[in-house]
C-alpha cells in the first residue's frame, strides 16, 4: 500500500512540483516569525533574563499559537492535491478564514496533549503525534466537529493504523537524508511529497470506514 499512495502522490504533483515548493517556502517563512522575537538564551550566560527577555519570550509564544492554524493549512493544501483538486495558497490560508478560534484552539490542545504524553515517555508521547495526525483532515472533512471531537475521530480513524503510519514515515527517510545533503534545499520538493502522501494514506483509511455506522463518540474523548 506504501507503494501506491506514493505512485498516487507523484501523479498528483505533476506540474504542481515547482508551486508546491514555492508554498513550502512561504509555510516555512511564515512559521518562522515568532522566532524573530524570541531572544537568544545561553544557558551558560552568567547574564540574569531580563524583563525585555521575558517580554519578547511572550510575544514569540503567542504568535506560535496564532499562526498554528497555518500547518492545518498545509495539510488542507496536501489533502487538495492528492483529491486531484489543485493547489492554491488560499487553501493554505484558509484555516484563518473560516473557524479561525476553533483551529487555533485544536492545535494548542493537540500539542498539549503531546506534550503530557510526552513528559511520561518519548515512545507513548511519539505514537499519540501519530494518532492525533489525522486531525487536520478531519477538521475540513467534518467541521461540524469540537475540536475535541476532531481529535478523538483521528484517534479512533487511527486505530489499527498507526503503525502504517510510522512504516510510511520510516519509508521517507532516505528522501529526509536527501533533503539534509542538499542543505535543505530538497526538503522544499520532499515536504511536498511526504504531506501530499500522507494525506493520501488519510484518505485511504477514511474510504475502508465508508459505511461504517461507528459514530465520532464511540470513542471516549480525551488525550
Request: proline content about 5%; cysteine-free; hydrophobic content about 50%.
Amino acid at each position: 500500500m506504501r507503494s501506491e499512495w506514493k505512485q498516487h502522490a507523484r501523479q498528483a504533483l505533476k506540474g504542481k512540483w515547482w508551486l508546491m515548493a514555492g508554498l513550502a517556502l512561504l509555510f516555512i517563512i511564515v512559521n518562522g516569525i515568532p522566532q524573530w522575537f524570541a531572544p537568544e538564551m545561553d544557558p551558560n550566560s552568567p547574564e540574569a533574563f531580563t524583563s525585555t527577555d521575558a517580554t519578547l519570550s511572550f510575544v514569540s509564544t503567542i504568535l506560535q499559537i496564532l499562526i498554528a492554524p497555518l500547518a492545518i493549512g498545509w495539510s488542507w493544501l496536501a489533502l487538495n492535491v492528492s483529491r486531484g483538486n489543485g493547489a492554491s495558497l488560499s487553501t493554505m490560508f484558509k484555516p484563518f478564514q473560516t473557524r479561525y478560534v476553533k483551529h487555533v484552539i485544536t492545535s494548542f490542545v493537540m500539542s498539549l496533549f503531546i506534550v503530557l504524553w510526552t513528559l511520561l515517555l518519548i515512545v507513548p508521547g511519539i505514537i499519540k503525534g501519530f494518532s492525533y495526525s489525522l486531525t487536520p483532515y478531519i477538521l475540513r472533512d467534518q467541521p461540524e466537529l469540537s475540536a475535541l471531537e476532531s481529535i478523538t475521530e483521528s484517534r479512533r480513524l487511527m486505530d489499527g493504523h498507526k503503525m502504517e503510519a510510522f512504516m510510511l514515515f520510516l519509508s521517507f527517510f532516505g528522501w529526509f537524508l536527501v533533503g539534509i545533503l542538499t542543505l535543505g534545499i530538497g526538503f522544499f520538493f520532499i515536504g511536498p511529497y511526504f504531506s501530499t502522501t500522507y494525506a493520501t494514506f488519510y484518505d485511504s483509511i477514511r474510504d475502508n470506514q465508508v459505511g461504517s455506522d461507528e459514530p465520532v463518540h464511540g470513542t471516549e474523548q480525551g488525550f
